[in-house]
């Protein structure tokens, strides 16, 4: 079974719809493996936002 990666207590499934997320009763550790992914990709995207913005910003001031 799952345990939390934080203080190895054993997670709660929970079902949201198609979501399932894993959570601890316990330090509140709360994981989204569905979710994941999407967060990782927006992160990315942010970042490479991010990214131009400063490269735009450079290219204004010099
Ligand atoms: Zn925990």
């Known amino acids: 079974m799952?345990?939390?990666p934080r203080?190895?207590?054993?997670?709660?499934?929970?079902s949201l719809g198609e979501?399932?997320?894993i959570a601890c009763g316990r330090c509140g550790f709360a994981d989204v493996p569905v979710d994941h992914?999407?967060?990782?990709e927006?992160?990315?995207?942010?970042r490479d936002a991010f990214e131009?913005?400063?490269e735009q910003t450079n290219?204004?001031?010099?």
């Open 52 to 54: 131009r913005f400063y």
């Open 59 to 62: 290219e204004r001031t010099e």
């Open 19 to 21: 979501v399932t997320t």
């Open 7 to 14: 203080c190895g207590s054993s997670l709660e499934r929970l």
């Open 2 to 4: 799952d345990e939390c």
């Open 42 to 46: 927006d992160h990315e995207s942010w």
């Open 37 to 40: 992914e999407s967060e990782g």
